[in-house]
Structure formats: structure tokens, C-alpha cells
């Protein structure tokens, strides 16, 4: 079993490049057991490339990324065992019933068949897709219905980690309260959670380390009241990143009244 006070996940020298671009930079990034982590940055910092190699989804140019000391790419079924994934724009089998799908992902996972239907069972009546809704099949689901059996997904093997990448995106204020109390649940119970956002506000009240990652590279990193010294994190985030923010109080005169 692997030592609890080993980091939960690290990105160590991560480089990915498409053609010319570089859009991860020789990253470093460690997120601590018991962790409720946020990673922010503008569109382009290269959030989800990151998150896509440092899961599995895409291989990186240079540098590798462990899981509880796992290396994703070396070990991948053993490292996959260990972290429940929630990608930005997840695909699944829309011709499926919620509990269809979260028992074929079950049964795939290695689980037997009653751990299958006992958890399933769990995770429908608290994500509140039980009832009437289980007749309902994904590709009829809305935002929010999908966003919760997506992190049923992400939970089902009862994963240490959990990679979440913008799981709030189009979600209504009643499921993402929801969605809030399980993952605080998760990492009150020992989990850790690594969670990408555009929404500053959201990562202050749930997070107690944030990184704001910018051009590829991550240029800020610590607790939350350490890396916004005293102001919004919002704040901090502007004057880290905000290179053009100016741009927009000038120009549009055709607006003015």
C-alpha cells in the first residue's frame, strides 16, 4: 500500500507541443494527499491538455505524471485504479439508462456483480437519478443530469483521487450544491481532489491549494490565502494573467452614450 503522506499527484517536466505551439511548458505540479486542490488560468493556459496527459488521455512530449508515486504512462492500469476522471465534455454511451451505463462501467472496472448493483444503487439516490429518471437514457439527460452520472462515473471504483475538469460548467445552482457536498465528503474521508475552474469564487469556498496556471506553465502555487495575498483570488488572477484586461476599457466608442 502506498505511503499516505505521498503526494496525491505531481506533474514533473510535463511538455506537450502541437506543431510550433507548446501548450504545456515543462510543468510542475504537486497536489498533497488529503488535498482539495483548484488549478485556474485563462483559456489557453493549457489547463486540459495538462489534466488530459496527466490522466491518460493524451501522451505528453516530455516529463511524466504520478499518482500516489504511480507513473501514469509506465503503469497505467495501476495508476487508473487510483484516480476517478471527470473530463470537460466527458463521452459516454447515450443510449444507455444511467444504471445501465454505470453497471457496464462497473462490470469493466473488474467489480462483481453486487458490488456493482450496491454502489450504483448508492450513487443514483444520492446524485438524485433514481426513480422515474432511471428510464430516462443519457442522450436525453440534461447539462447537469450529466455533469452528476459523469462523477458517478468518476466515484464507482472508489478511486483516491479524483480529476475533475470544469465540473460545474452549465450546472444549476441545486446540483452544483450537490456536487459540492459529495466532493467535500470525499476529501473530508481522506480523498483528494484535483479540480480545474474558470470560477473564482467557487475555488476560494472549496479549495485549500490552488495553482493559476498561464502560457503552460504554472506561476503561482500554494494555499489559496498565500497565493491571493490579501485580496480576491479573482483579483490576483487579473494582475498574474489579465495581460490584455485594460484592452477592454478602451475602443467601442460607438457604445458610449
Request: negative net charge; glycine residues 12%; hydrophobic residues 40%.
Amino acid at each position: 500500500m502506498e505511503n499516505d503522506q505521498q503526494a496525491a499527484f505531481e506533474l514533473i517536466g510535463l511538455h506537450k507541443e502541437f506543431g510550433e505551439y507548446a501548450a504545456v511548458r515543462h510543468c510542475h505540479l504537486t497536489v498533497g494527499a488529503g488535498s482539495f486542490y483548484g488549478l485556474v488560468g485563462p483559456n489557453g493556459a493549457g489547463k486540459t491538455t495538462a489534466l488530459s496527459i496527466a490522466v491518460g488521455l493524451l501522451r505528453p512530449d516530455e516529463g511524466q505524471a504520478r499518482v500516489f508515486g504511480v507513473d501514469v504512462w509506465a503503469e497505467p492500469e495501476r495508476a487508473k485504479q487510483l484516480m476517478g476522471v471527470l473530463p470537460d465534455g466527458l463521452a459516454m454511451p447515450e443510449q444507455l439508462t444511467g444504471r445501465e451505463l454505470l453497471t457496464y462501467l462497473g462490470r469493466l472496472r473488474g467489480l462483481d456483480k453486487e458490488t456493482v448493483g450496491a454502489r450504483v444503487d448508492e450513487l443514483l439516490t444520492v446524485l438524485e437519478l433514481n426513480g422515474d429518471v432511471e428510464r430516462t437514457l443519457v442522450i436525453d439527460y440534461s447539462t447537469g443530469m450529466r455533469k452528476k452520472i459523469g462523477l458517478a462515473t468518476a466515484l464507482l471504483h472508489g478511486p483516491r483521487l479524483l480529476v475533475l475538469d470544469e465540473p460545474f460548467e452549465a450546472v444549476d445552482p441545486v446540483s452544483a450544491a450537490m456536487i459540492k457536498r459529495i466532493l467535500k465528503r470525499f476529501v473530508a474521508s481522506g480523498g483528494s481532489v484535483l479540480l480545474s475552474s474558470h470560477v473564482m469564487p467557487l475555488v476560494e469556498q472549496l479549495c485549500d491549494t490552488v495553482a493559476v496556471m498561464d502560457r503552460g506553465q504554472v506561476v503561482a502555487e500554494g494555499p489559496v490565502e498565500r497565493v491571493r495575498g490579501g485580496k480576491t483570488l479573482e483579483e490576483t488572477f487579473v494582475e498574474l494573467v489579465g495581460r490584455d484586461a485594460v484592452n477592454g476599457e478602451e475602443g467601442l466608442s460607438w457604445l458610449s452614450r
